[in-house]
């Protein structure tokens, strides 16, 4: 195990200079870029701005520069917003991202999870079409939907919750409540229709079927023997899920005015601002390969037929 875990870590280092490299180049061939507007800047004051930059150098030059200063740890400086760094862009408003994205995955897990083991073990019946038709509508309805109904009945109509905001405002964490429950609402109908699936093939295992042979009660084979096997898909979706669901969504951020990282990054692929795109990026694929990472580890402990060698 020990080794696996150094050779996945050091596997790390080749992924990121490869998504690191592509996107770096692949942002410069988009057409457009950051100065770019429908008033044209005099032709002196764009070479100016360009040289503030570095921009007038050939492209492998700029490429060593950036490269050089991620080292360093210095994601550079945002050319649309003005005397703010990439870094300290993310750094204001990722932990609201975190915090919201974790609170959402726990609920879609926690829920997700067990309406799965519920559909399941009461497959054909009326609680597996309910929890199923849920699980679709969780699919099928985009969030730019799901946001306002919530904010129509709870906020509007009920007067429970604040209609948006942050905890840093007068409503404090309520504020956390529509946005985490909207947010997680795909994210649990995905886990649900997974975790039901697995169980049910695990029902049918022949291990099962031994273990009701001996006479266990049906709860301690639930909980000993289908759980951890049936557990396998969820965990695999949760490496990509917690990536996602971290780094935020900006139909959700802008319904309930989080000022979260989905907007700014939304917003940096407009403006063409390259440093800010790519420090979103990076940020985004180092959560998604320490996941993945995370992922990897677990499965080992869920099911010991898995070897590392």
Request: net charge positive; hydrophobic share 50%; glycine share 8%.
């Amino acid at each position: 195990m020990t080794k696996f875990i150094i050779r996945r870590v050091l596997s790390l280092i080749p992924t990121m200079f490869i998504i690191v490299t592509l996107s770096f180049f692949l942002i410069r061939f988009a057409p457009g870029g950051p100065f770019s507007s429908e008033k044209k800047l005099p032709e002196q004051v764009l070479q100016n701005i360009l040289k503030k930059y570095h921009m007038d150098e050939p492209l492998g030059k700029q490429y060593l520069r950036y490269m050089g200063d991620i080292l360093k740890g210095d994601l550079g400086p945002s050319y649309r917003y003005k005397d703010q760094t990439v870094t300290e862009l993310i750094k204001q408003t990722m932990p609201n991202s975190i915090l919201l994205g974790s609170i959402a995955l726990g609920l879609a897990v926690f829920f997700g999870v067990g309406v799965g083991i519920i559909s399941a073990l009461k497959q054909n019946r009326w609680q597996d079409y309910m929890a199923m038709s849920l699980a679709v509508v969780g699919i099928s309805v985009p969030l730019f939907v799901i946001g306002p109904i919530l904010q129509l009945v709870f906020a509007m109509k009920l007067h429970l919750l604040p209609t948006s905001g942050w905890i840093t405002g007068r409503a404090g964490i309520l504020a956390l409540i529509m946005p985490a429950f909207t947010l997680s609402f795909p994210y649990f109908a995905y886990i649900a229709r997974l975790s039901r699936g697995s169980v049910l093939e695990v029902l049918r295992s022949d291990y099962i079927r031994t273990a009701r042979a001996k006479g266990l009660k049906e709860s301690v084979v639930v909980a000993k023997h289908v759980l951890k096997g049936a557990m396998l898909p969820v965990v695999s979706y949760l490496g990509p899920a917690f990536a996602g669901i971290i780094t935020g969504s900006v139909v959700v951020e802008t319904v309930f005015v989080v000022p979260g990282v989905g907007k700014i990054f939304v917003q940096s692929a407009l403006n063409r601002d390259y440093t800010l795109i790519m420090g979103d990026i990076i940020v985004y694929s180092l959560i998604l390969v320490a996941m993945n990472f995370v992922v990897d580890i677990v499965y080992g402990f869920l099911d010991p037929r898995i070897a590392y060698k």
